[in-house]
């Protein structure tokens, strides 16, 4: 599949959401003035995208009513940020050398595959209620972490596993050592699948950072803020924080892909 | 292309340095009390382990924490404001409207409510007849296993049947102070101030009835045609004593009102009741705090078709919920920079917390 790339391509993108945006908008209305309605779902009940505009900007940063202090959007998304950040680099330091040892050599991979197979078919959030009582605080970074470090180790294990034989041969005909021969032809080869491992990693990350917060005790945190306007029947504030975490995400995904590219160029 | 990530990267740049600048600049305006969500058991726990300074919540779990050593009473909610009105009894308007006899379904529900606070009221005592029974309730509605416990959740919990117009103005007075209310839905609403809010919500008629008639022989006032109630109440929350007596006691049966469960209940707090029960049309009465009912009558209604519309016919306490603190903690002030649990946004122990604050000039952030 190819998709159209320049100004047409941008255009088309922009249109696709202006008609998005355009088509919730009149089918809350439509609901609303019951012309029309989809069976089981209060769809007159979802704020409209202009109220959800409006409820974004007036809770961007942080308010002051007599002695309540609401944290603003920003705030919430520093925190979870720094928590993915943090989960991300905890499972980087980790993965990666996991996925090295168990990609290159043919013991380790024995040893651990059963391992990393049967837990990384935990997701994130099944590990949340077990997190909630082992930990005092940081219990949010480790589900980021769950759901970070299976994706970078299986790439990483992929790509030193699919590094070209024949470089590794040339290396040994050349007298390299085992541990020049991981550091100079295997890392990197298995560099872009490592970034890739970590892109994905961190799209998983985020999206079980927001399950996390929601369950896991902290003040701040865009997932805490959702489930707290919800709380309060503040629904346009809810929506605009779901699609704060939406953008967000997107923009993570696309300036890992932007750094891969612009550093990693050696390998197509 | 290119371009466009560039931007994108930007923006995600400058969130996080606006973040780092909020993050940093927020605590300078006075370090605030961190209010965190948690359920009553977890609150406990959390207390035993150090990793909150407090909570404030409704009985039994103060009692339950402190009978375990865990914290000691900080606040009784009495003091803060004295005789504040806090769980009351509530009417679905869809089911107000569309059943023929509500008005006397509801008599006879404000009814029950009188005669269990009654019984409650004297059984409190300890040399009553009645008092080791009114125990085995607490302890099976509060879902406790200890008598001391027990019997330390009902001394602050005072039990009422009548409402409180005036009281109510000044909780809505004081829930549009705190920016609690979408002011967009407020507008929708039509109410001209909080008194006329207080007026629309709660309504004496159905108490007056029941006061007039409470010495009437049960069978003499009782429904001709006995109806299902579909009843929602909170999960352990001692404050609904009057409920679980009138149900186990055969209250509401003696009058022919037969309860029913409703879907979904018992809610973990008044919001979950307000949105999914009372709004979702699976609840004819419950009984909730008076705040979820005010905010939610507001912010979750549909305007358009009322759906979140209810009434309020009777109280069933005053008081009741306390601040709880970590042994080493001596006053609100203690609390600043600090984790405190509390059951959620728009519930009475929230108001009531941020009413504290706000007497000591202290600031919570949730």
């Not at chain 2, 961190?34 to 150090?50: A, D, F, H, P, Y």
């Amino acid at each position: 599949m190819k998709f159209e790339t320049g100004k047409r391509g941008l255009l088309i993108n922009i249109l696709s959401l202006i008609v998005f945006t355009l088509v919730w908008q009149i089918l809350v209305i439509l609901a609303r003035n019951d012309i029309f309605n989809i069976p089981f779902i209060r769809l007159r009940d979802i704020p409209t995208p202009v109220e959800t505009w409006y409820a974004l900007v007036g809770s961007m940063f942080t308010r002051i009513y007599g002695p309540s202090f609401t944290y603003g959007i920003i705030n919430h998304v520093y925190a979870s940020l720094v928590r993915v950040i943090e989960g991300g680099i905890i499972a980087f330091i980790i993965g990666v050398p996991v996925g090295i040892g168990v990609g290159y050599s043919k013991f380790l991979g024995n040893l651990f595959n059963p391992i990393i197979e049967i837990i990384r078919n935990m997701p994130p959030m099944a590990w949340i209620p077990l997190s909630i009582f082992i930990f005092v605080s940081g219990g949010s970074i480790f589900i980021v972490f769950i759901g970070v470090v299976f994706p970078i180790i299986l790439n990483t294990i992929q790509g030193v596993r699919s590094t070209d034989t024949r470089l590794i041969d040339a290396a040994k005909t050349l007298g390299a050592s085992e541990s020049m021969i991981v550091k100079k032809v295997v890392i990197p080869s298995a560099l872009p699948s490592i970034m890739t491992g970590l892109r994905i990693g961190l799209g998983v990350g985020w999206m079980a950072i927001v399950a996390a917060e929601m369950v896991i005790k902290s003040p701040v945190g865009l997932g805490y803020f959702i489930w707290n306007m919800g709380d309060l029947g503040r629904y346009s504030e809810m929506v605009a924080g779901m699609i704060v975490i939406g953008v967000i995400g997107y923009i993570m995904n696309i300036s890992i892909l932007l750094l891969q590219r612009r550093f990693i160029n050696w390998v197509d | 292309m290119k371009n466009l990530m560039k931007i994108l990267f930007l923006i995600i740049v400058a969130i996080f340095v606006a973040g780092c600048l909020e993050s940093k600049k927020t605590p300078q305006v006075s370090e605030p009390i961190n209010l965190v969500k948690m359920s009553g058991q977890e609150m406990i726990q959390r207390l035993g382990t150090g990793e909150i300074a407090g909570f404030i919540m409704w009985e039994p779990y103060p009692a339950i924490a402190v009978t375990k050593g865990y914290g000691k009473n900080l606040i009784f909610s009495g003091k803060i404001w004295t005789d504040h009105p806090c769980c009351v009894v509530a009417y679905d308007d869809d089911w107000y409207k569309k059943t023929n006899n509500s008005d006397e379904i509801l008599k006879r529900m404000a009814l029950v409510q009188l005669k269990s606070v009654e019984y409650i009221n004297n059984a409190k005592q300890s040399d009553s007849p009645d008092h080791e029974q009114l125990i085995n309730y607490t302890m099976q509605f509060g879902g406790m296993t200890d008598q001391v416990a027990a019997n330390l959740s009902l001394a602050d919990v005072e039990f009422v049947y009548n409402t409180n117009v005036t009281a109510t103005t000044t909780f809505i007075q004081r829930i549009q102070d705190f920016g609690i209310f979408d002011m967009t839905k407020w507008n929708m609403s039509g109410y001209k101030n909080s008194s006329d809010y207080a007026n629309s919500l709660v309504t004496n008629n159905y108490v007056e009835w029941a006061v007039n008639n409470k010495d009437e022989n049960s069978s003499k006032i009782a429904l001709k045609e006995p109806v299902n109630i579909r009843y929602a109440y909170l999960v352990n929350d001692i404050h609904e004593l009057p409920f679980y007596v009138g149900w186990q006691k055969g209250y509401y049966r003696d009058l022919g009102i037969n309860i029913v469960i409703a879907e979904g209940a018992p809610f973990q707090n008044g919001a979950f009741e307000m949105q999914q029960g009372f709004k979702g049309n699976t609840v004819d009465v419950g009984s909730l705090g008076i705040p979820p009912v005010i905010i939610h009558r507001i912010n979750s209604n549909d305007f358009s078709n009322n759906d979140t519309k209810v009434g309020v016919i009777a109280g069933m306490n005053n008081e009741g919920s306390v601040i709880v603190v970590a042994n080493n903690v001596t006053s609100m002030k203690d609390l600043q920079g600090k984790t405190v649990g509390f059951p959620g946004q728009g519930t009475i122990q929230h108001v009531l917390f941020l009413m504290e604050a706000d007497k000591e000039g202290l600031k919570v952030s949730y």
